[in-house]
């Protein structure tokens, strides 16, 4: 009987390994790769977003000169959006 068990999950991990792509998609789907291009853009256009008001408090604090040089050009380059 223990030979048949032993067996048994033998043959399950071969299937396993072998739909182990199927497996992944199913139970973890990738969820960007359902996007329309609309659900791409409002994703982006939020990133941006978050990433401006986290430039724009840091500058709200103690003013433009509180930026780096980086800084200052990304949120130059973020508001051209």
């Not at 790769?33 to 500058?59: G, P």
């Not at 433009?64 to 051209?80: A, C, F, Q, Y």
């Amino acid at each position: 009987m223990s030979q048949v068990l032993i067996l048994g999950i033998i043959i399950i991990a071969i299937l396993a390994f072998f739909n182990r792509e199927w497996i992944k998609n199913r139970f973890f789907p990738d969820e960007k790769r359902n996007y329309t291009i609309d659900d791409q853009f409002n994703s982006d256009k939020r990133d941006r977003e978050k990433e401006i008001d986290r430039l724009l408090s840091k500058m709200g604090k103690n003013g433009v000169n509180d930026l780096s040089e980086k800084d200052r050009k990304r949120l130059d380059e973020l508001s051209k959006k």
